[in-house]
């Protein structure tokens, strides 16, 4: 049975949203072929019919990672995408918050597509605060290296707090408050 234009582009959007999903919450490993069209309601045919292989679909889906989270980020004056992204509920729920705290460990071990895909995602990240310090007047040789500072800071932040969430929670959350408060500081963000 053929499937119309429409449904074919729903069934690519539902596959990238599961495998994004997975891959956040749980790593590279989590993010299964299997698994990921089970979960969209497909067959495994069906997922190959839209990405011929596992790092296709995990570089795209890795790119769909990104777009929401700069989507959302992007919108957010500096002070607030600091409270955002250093908080307690973007700890608790990495399926869908920013993948570089989530994979930021792994990538490393992944095929040169994946990362490539985190390396641009990187970079938009940090232009999306770069340009939060430049609209505070700072230089664009001051905003380009304290953007890379800041976002360095608030992914490992990140990614620590949730390492320490299930067995020193009170350090977890430690963690998420004194990098705001410091990174507030530096900046002079309210």
Do not use: W
Not at 123 to 139: M, Q, V, Y
Not at 140 to 167: H, P, Q, W
């Amino acid at each position: 049975m053929k499937v119309s234009k429409a449904q074919a582009a729903q069934n690519r959007s539902s596959i990238l949203e599961v495998a994004s999903r997975r891959m956040r919450k749980g790593g590279f490993g989590a993010m299964t072929v299997g698994e990921v069209a089970k979960a969209a309601g497909l067959t495994h045919g069906a997922l190959y019919s839209h990405f011929p292989s596992k790092e296709v679909l995990s570089s795209q889906a890795l790119a769909e990672s990104f777009r929401q989270c700069h989507s959302e980020f992007s919108q957010l004056p500096l002070a607030e995408l600091l409270g955002q992204y250093l908080s307690l509920q973007h700890r608790d729920f990495p399926e869908s918050g920013c993948p570089m705290a989530a994979l930021v460990s792994q990538v490393s071990h992944e095929e040169g597509a994946i990362q490539e895909e985190f390396a641009a995602g990187f970079d938009e990240f940090a232009g999306l605060i770069k340009n939060g310090l430049k609209a505070t007047g700072r230089s664009n040789t001051e905003s380009r290296d304290l953007s890379l500072f800041v976002a360095a800071a608030m992914v490992g932040a990140l990614a620590i707090s949730r390492a320490l969430k299930d067995a020193k929670p009170a350090a977890s959350e430690t963690m998420l408050g004194a990098v705001r408060r410091q990174l507030q500081r530096l900046l002079k963000t309210p």
